[in-house]
Protein backbone atom coordinates (compact mmCIF):
# COMPACT_ATOMS: atom_id res chain seq x y z
CA UNK A 1 0.00 0.00 0.00
CA UNK A 2 1.63 3.29 -1.25
CA UNK A 3 1.65 5.75 1.68
CA UNK A 4 -0.14 9.46 1.33
CA UNK A 5 2.29 12.08 0.30
CA UNK A 6 2.53 14.83 2.65
CA UNK A 7 1.09 18.26 0.45
CA UNK A 8 3.72 21.72 1.71
CA UNK A 9 1.99 24.79 1.32
CA UNK A 10 4.19 27.33 -0.52
CA UNK A 11 2.79 30.81 -0.37
CA UNK A 12 1.62 32.86 -3.23
CA UNK A 13 4.21 35.68 -2.87
CA UNK A 14 6.69 32.77 -4.12
CA UNK A 15 5.67 31.62 -7.28
CA UNK A 16 5.52 35.46 -7.79
CA UNK A 17 8.99 36.29 -6.88
CA UNK A 18 10.32 33.21 -8.96
CA UNK A 19 8.27 34.90 -11.73
CA UNK A 20 9.88 38.34 -10.90
CA UNK A 21 13.72 36.73 -10.30
CA UNK A 22 13.39 34.98 -13.39
CA UNK A 23 12.50 38.08 -16.39
CA UNK A 24 15.09 38.38 -18.41
CA UNK A 25 15.66 42.43 -17.21
CA UNK A 26 16.00 40.90 -13.40
CA UNK A 27 18.86 38.45 -14.73
CA UNK A 28 20.11 41.44 -17.48
CA UNK A 29 20.77 44.02 -14.49
CA UNK A 30 22.37 41.17 -11.40
CA UNK A 31 24.81 40.47 -14.66
CA UNK A 32 24.85 44.49 -15.17
CA UNK A 33 25.77 44.40 -11.69
CA UNK A 34 28.69 42.03 -11.65
CA UNK A 35 30.40 43.89 -14.37
CA UNK A 36 30.00 46.79 -13.03
CA UNK A 37 32.01 45.99 -9.89
CA UNK A 38 34.34 44.35 -12.02
CA UNK A 39 34.91 47.12 -14.03
CA UNK A 40 35.11 49.39 -10.93
CA UNK A 41 38.24 48.04 -10.12
CA UNK A 42 39.88 48.65 -13.29
CA UNK A 43 38.94 52.35 -13.06
CA UNK A 44 40.03 52.41 -9.82
CA UNK A 45 43.41 51.23 -10.55
CA UNK A 46 43.25 53.43 -14.05
CA UNK A 47 42.83 56.56 -11.78
CA UNK A 48 45.24 55.03 -9.08
CA UNK A 49 47.89 53.66 -10.75
CA UNK A 50 47.60 55.68 -14.40
CA UNK A 51 46.35 59.16 -13.79
CA UNK A 52 47.18 59.97 -10.70
CA UNK A 53 50.77 59.57 -11.08
CA UNK A 54 50.34 61.92 -14.52
CA UNK A 55 48.49 64.54 -12.31
CA UNK A 56 50.86 64.29 -9.81
CA UNK A 57 53.32 65.09 -12.28
CA UNK A 58 51.24 67.55 -14.38
CA UNK A 59 50.88 69.63 -10.41
CA UNK A 60 54.29 69.42 -9.41
CA UNK A 61 54.25 66.02 -7.37
CA UNK A 62 50.91 66.37 -5.12
CA UNK A 63 49.65 63.17 -4.33
CA UNK A 64 45.93 63.66 -4.46
CA UNK A 65 45.06 60.80 -2.36
CA UNK A 66 47.45 62.66 0.86
CA UNK A 67 45.20 66.01 0.44
CA UNK A 68 43.54 66.58 3.28
CA UNK A 69 42.66 69.30 6.73
CA UNK A 70 42.74 68.26 10.01
CA UNK A 71 39.57 69.79 12.09
CA UNK A 72 40.56 68.10 15.69
CA UNK A 73 43.98 66.49 16.48
CA UNK A 74 47.22 65.68 15.68
CA UNK A 75 48.37 66.85 12.12
CA UNK A 76 50.69 64.73 10.40
CA UNK A 77 51.91 64.77 7.11
CA UNK A 78 49.84 62.06 5.22
CA UNK A 79 46.93 61.05 5.65
CA UNK A 80 47.53 57.56 6.88
CA UNK A 81 49.56 58.94 9.77
CA UNK A 82 46.72 61.39 10.51
CA UNK A 83 44.07 58.44 10.61
CA UNK A 84 46.36 56.39 13.09
CA UNK A 85 46.81 59.44 14.90
CA UNK A 86 43.31 59.46 15.30
CA UNK A 87 42.80 63.00 14.24
CA UNK A 88 39.42 63.69 12.35
CA UNK A 89 40.40 65.38 9.19
CA UNK A 90 38.10 66.47 5.56
CA UNK A 91 39.13 64.00 2.77
CA UNK A 92 39.40 66.32 -0.20
CA UNK A 93 41.82 64.35 -1.98
CA UNK A 94 40.39 61.45 -1.99
CA UNK A 95 36.89 63.16 -2.88
CA UNK A 96 39.05 64.53 -5.86
CA UNK A 97 40.11 61.21 -6.75
CA UNK A 98 36.52 60.07 -6.53
CA UNK A 99 35.35 62.74 -8.84
CA UNK A 100 37.91 61.53 -11.49
CA UNK A 101 37.00 58.46 -11.25
CA UNK A 102 33.35 58.70 -11.82
CA UNK A 103 34.35 61.10 -14.87
CA UNK A 104 36.34 58.23 -16.71
CA UNK A 105 33.62 55.47 -16.11
CA UNK A 106 31.12 58.41 -16.95
CA UNK A 107 34.02 58.45 -20.49
CA UNK A 108 33.60 55.19 -20.77
CA UNK A 109 30.57 54.25 -20.53
CA UNK A 110 29.53 57.13 -23.06
CA UNK A 111 32.23 55.84 -25.68
CA UNK A 112 30.63 51.91 -25.15
CA UNK A 113 26.74 53.62 -25.38
CA UNK A 114 27.78 55.62 -28.90
CA UNK A 115 30.01 52.43 -30.27
CA UNK A 116 26.70 49.87 -29.39
CA UNK A 117 24.33 52.65 -31.02
CA UNK A 118 26.92 52.67 -34.57
CA UNK A 119 26.66 49.20 -34.51
CA UNK A 120 23.18 49.20 -33.81
CA UNK A 121 22.39 51.61 -36.63
CA UNK A 122 24.56 50.03 -39.05
CA UNK A 123 22.58 46.61 -38.72
CA UNK A 124 19.21 48.44 -38.87
CA UNK A 125 20.85 50.26 -41.80
CA UNK A 126 20.24 47.29 -44.53
CA UNK A 127 17.50 48.11 -46.42
CA UNK A 128 14.37 45.99 -45.22
CA UNK A 129 12.08 43.34 -47.27
CA UNK A 130 9.15 45.47 -48.55
CA UNK A 131 5.83 44.87 -46.97
CA UNK A 132 4.04 42.22 -47.92
CA UNK A 133 0.49 43.53 -50.04
CA UNK A 134 -2.69 43.71 -49.04
CA UNK A 135 -5.56 41.20 -49.53
CA UNK A 136 -6.68 44.43 -51.60
CA UNK A 137 -3.76 44.73 -53.23
CA UNK A 138 -3.45 41.21 -54.32
CA UNK A 139 -6.89 41.05 -55.61
CA UNK A 140 -6.79 44.52 -57.58
CA UNK A 141 -3.61 42.69 -59.19
CA UNK A 142 -5.44 39.80 -59.97
CA UNK A 143 -8.31 41.38 -61.34
CA UNK A 144 -5.12 43.78 -63.56
CA UNK A 145 -3.82 40.40 -64.51
CA UNK A 146 -6.84 38.87 -65.77
CA UNK A 147 -7.78 41.87 -67.85
CA UNK A 148 -4.28 42.38 -69.73
CA UNK A 149 -5.04 38.19 -70.16
CA UNK A 150 -8.06 39.24 -71.94
CA UNK A 151 -6.71 41.81 -74.07
CA UNK A 152 -3.55 40.08 -75.49
CA UNK A 153 -6.02 36.82 -76.06
CA UNK A 154 -8.98 38.93 -77.76
CA UNK A 155 -11.44 37.77 -75.22
Do not use: C
Request: charged letters at 15%.
Amino acid sequence: MAEPKLAVHTPGWVADFRSFIMRGNVVDMAVGVIIGAAFTSIVNSLVKDVFNPILGLATGGIDFSNLFVTLKGPVEPTLDAAQKAGAVTINYGMFLNTIIQFLIIALVIFWMVRLLTKMHVRQDAAPAAPPAPTKSEVLLQEIRDALVHQEQHGA
